[in-house]
């Protein structure tokens, strides 16, 4: 059975830095994009980043764009997400997903099927 397990999440002050990490188990992951969502509390789940299946190419959220970067372990199975210069505005839990094919459209242009369970990040004032 195919697993995403996110870690890393915690609280942080404003300006600060937090690395998300995926690890994915039990099925195929080289072959397929990645990336992250979030959901804030009382607002609807968001795209955040995303990743194609090599790691050549990279796509971000008007918000993420310039703050965030993704990127890649083919080799171990892993995807993180490097957060700098966090605003309040940034508190959600961060779910990792892995899209339907290769491209990153296939997690920015459709809801991925594959999510793992979520990790909470909160920036505090």
């Known amino acids: 059975q195919f697993q995403l397990i996110e870690s890393g999440g915690g609280v942080v002050q404003v300006g600060g830095s937090l690395r998300l990490s995926c690890a994915a188990s039990?099925?195929?992951?080289?072959?397929?994009?990645m990336g992250w969502y979030r959901q804030a509390p009382g607002k609807e789940r968001e795209f955040v980043a995303a990743?194609?299946?090599?790691?050549?190419?990279?796509y971000y959220s008007d918000s993420a764009n310039g703050r965030f970067i993704i990127s890649r372990d083919n080799a171990k199975n892993t995807v993180d997400l490097r957060m700098n210069s966090l605003k309040p505005e940034d508190t959600a839990i961060y779910y990792c997903?892995?899209?339907?094919?290769?491209?990153?459209?296939?997690?920015?242009?459709?809801?991925?099927?594959?999510w793992g369970q979520g990790t909470q990040v909160t920036v505090s004032s």
């Open positions: 997903v892995r899209g339907s094919g290769g491209p990153f459209a296939t997690v920015v242009q459709a809801i991925p099927n594959d």
């Open positions: 039990g099925g195929a992951f080289s072959m397929y994009a």
């Open positions: 990743i194609n299946w090599s790691g050549t190419s990279t």
